[in-house]
């Protein structure tokens, strides 16, 4: 191979300071969704094809990566679908196997296929990565992390709480300030359509009145007229065009709206308990915000709808989302599995800690101290200190070659060691050590125990 | 989908307790890895085909698994093959990515990519899974984690001796005692080839030399003899067949036996140099033993080789491995790298550690406590002491239905969460909570503090 090798578009290389971060936000986020209760599960990189394919929409299925059957596969593929050159028909007969799109589905699989193990409600969270076919583009990859955490078996509202808590101690941990949660409810969306008269509209609606920052009230309504939205119906929901206030205002607003749809004031009640108890238990990072444009998963989701933009300061799009779906695994042939979840989204809250300079100093920490090597004999009293160190958990490294010194030096500097402990002949003589801070060039003759205590 | 679902064969689920296991062992290696300095990398699921092609044998690249290529694949695809139905041959047309093999060449191909914002020497740790289109059985499966340590860019014999600590300090983190070092060269092996004077034989001389306790000596030789080498050969090495004693006295005999052989004798001064530095400087848990017949990764290593035996009383094959290759990243074009590294077994160390009952109990530990749920104004004023708890970082959990108190409590017993704790009027009356151990049964209503120190 002559050419400089490569990586195939939209995938990543982690250099070891790109996978201490990520490590670091993968660690908070699994202790927390420990704490609230969720149990990991991990399932396999590739499905069968049959328990992804036509889960995810035409769209979707086109992005699944498929898998080539191995051995002669042209043996068993469809003659005719063969002979007319017609791929997406001949897939399915030269490719068992396809790379996990998302973990939602191989989780609805997995609860299916464990059903007699699994003792209901199960929380189980996953942080594995998924594969999407994607057009690669800034900050969308085709391999990346999912950090998901669902809870399945109850229909009980205080999951909906409890999740946006779980939102609020991640972004705590994180130092994540003013984040703001969204929650919509997928029963407020039917209201509203039935009040306008027109669910087949209701996409329209939502993204039309999802503008009115931009654009301004008679902007919203021009759209929605264009886009054969009818003026009466606009008029019957008008209080929507100024909804503000505080939370506890705006489900009054919406109590009075849908006061003619039974859906809409379920989804009123449902709203009204899940933002009541989180307000009174109370938020510390996070702010709850009742946004009736939110129309995220709509295909899917049946109650609660949640996502989560970040910081205003910071110009990027949703960090995470989740929802209520009342027929999780129905798809696998189990009915009457209610399941509630969130997820974070890895890469871009990545992107939100390192721009807001959120990440720790300590989090990309390499070793403690370098020992320089001077031969053989010094590197062997280096060794029994090093040794020493590391049973008592110091991350501390010999240079591995006797190496002119400031050859040696310049690695330390290079790789951010703080220290550097020399050992010649006097120090061996005398059972010690001289250790140099590289940061402020201070150099001191030291016992182990100092040693120890310097570097601990 | 009417029928139960799968998963693919060779792939396999992980429950909740499974993963906190093998969560507990990755911990203990990463955590040792980073003690001896190494930094982490992560590399993409699949790399470009020709990255992977070629490099591990003519079997090695039928084992990898192709993905298909997106959208209409066949437009593409080579006319040719697709009309002889020459499946082998088409897969370059339709397939351009392929899923890792293993973590060695990515590692490889990272480097020459990287190598100028890498520093040398290099230490990076890697903890993914890779994939092998194997025919699955007992213990070996299509996807599965590897836990592989390198050093690149320095050819000091430091390095090894830190390696076979390395192994030491993670079998001492998981208890696990009297696991078995072995270690070879491949010079002892090319020295010994030379005096028999046939390297063509080597494998089977090494093969045959293995199984002197099972077949005795009179076998060895038969076997030996069979297989082509001479009489007069067999003779030249007669030491082997009583290669007993201390390390030291063994690399006496290597030393007496390869005199004529220069190469054979660079082996004995490296195995030298390494087995003395680490018997002085002592190992903890495992034993280092020198084995002539370890001929494992002959095709590519070029100095020391190492594999782990699990103890005696646990049959089981190697649970770890590794070598010394002076020429690691060539294949991509950046000559004169020497590596050497080694890698955990995870699957194996998990069935060794869980067949000598060595898992901490707690490594599966679920919540602490279950607050049983009599109804929303109970379950509130239990929200307010979880928030608390949470903070503070107790995993405890809220039922999240007001269900019968005995399904609550079996829900607690069926997940082993060990106190449960009950909050109705008299409770919320006195600001107390009563918490019942469940395995002991006693039951005391105390107080928060009292709760959190009960929890804590």
């Known amino acids: 191979m002559a050419s400089k090798p490569s990586i195939p578009k939209g995938t990543r290389d982690f250099s070891p300071s790109e996978v201490a971060k990520r490590q ?51 043996a068993k593929a469809n003659a005719s679908h063969l002979e007319n050159k017609d791929s997406t028909k001949l897939t399915s007969s030269i490719s068992e196997k396809a790379l996990r799109y998302d973990l939602t589905v191989p989780f609805a699989r997995y609860v299916v296929q464990h059903q007699n193990e699994i003792e209901f409600p199960f929380k189980r969270y996953q942080i594995q990565p998924v594969w999407r076919a994607d057009r690669p583009q800034k900050g969308r990859f085709r391999e990346f992390f999912q950090c998901d955490a669902d809870v399945v078996g109850s229909k009980s509202l205080w999951q909906e709480v409890e ?10 941990d994180l130092g994540l300030v003013g984040a703001t949660i969204k929650i919509n409810n997928r029963k407020i969306l039917s209201g509203i359509a039935e009040v306008i008269g027109a669910s087949d509209k209701l996409i329209d609606f939502t993204v039309a009145l999802d503008k009115l920052d931009k654009i301004g009230e008679e902007g919203v309504k021009k759209e929605m007229i264009e886009k054969g939205i009818n003026e009466g119906a606009i008029e019957k929901v008008q209080p929507l065009f100024n909804f503000t206030g505080t939370i506890t205002e705006k489900i009054e607003k919406l109590s009075q709206l849908l006061a003619a749809s039974s859906e809409g004031m379920k989804g009123v009640e449902e709203l009204r308990f899940i933002c009541e108890n989180v307000l009174k238990l109370g938020l510390n990072s996070a702010v709850l915000d009742l946004d009736v444009t939110l129309a995220r998963g709509l295909n899917y989701y049946t109650g609660a709808i949640f996502e989560v933009a970040p910081p205003k300061t910071v110009a990027m799009g949703s960090i995470g989302g989740g929802g209520r779906y009342d027929d999780l695994t129905g798809i696998f042939g189990l009915k009457n599995m209610s399941g509630v979840g969130i997820s974070f989204g890895l890469d871009r809250i990545y992107l939100v800690v390192e721009e807001l300079s959120l990440f720790p100093e300590t989090v990309t920490a390499t070793s403690k101290a370098l020992f320089i090597n001077y031969g053989d004999k010094e590197a062997f009293y280096a060794m029994q200190a090093i040794q020493k160190l590391r049973a008592l958990g110091v991350k501390v490294e010999l240079y591995p070659e006797n190496a002119k010194v400031g050859k040696q030096f310049q690695h330390a500097d290079k790789r951010g060691i703080p220290y550097a402990v020399i050992i010649g002949e006097d120090e061996m003589k005398t059972n010690s050590y001289a250790i140099k801070n590289l940061v402020t060039g201070e150099q001191v003759v030291i016992d182990f125990e100092n040693l120890k205590s310097t570097l601990l």
């Open 163 to 172: 999740l946006v808590q779980l939102y609020d101690a991640v972004f705590t």
């Open 24 to 74: 670091y936000i993968i660690q908070i986020i699994k202790s927390n969704f420990e704490k609230f209760g969720f149990q990991p599960i991990e399932t396999p990189s590739f499905e069968n094809s049959d328990t992804l394919m036509g889960k995810y929409g035409e769209e979707g299925d086109r992005l699944i990566f498929k898998i080539l059957n191995s051995g002669d596969y042209l």
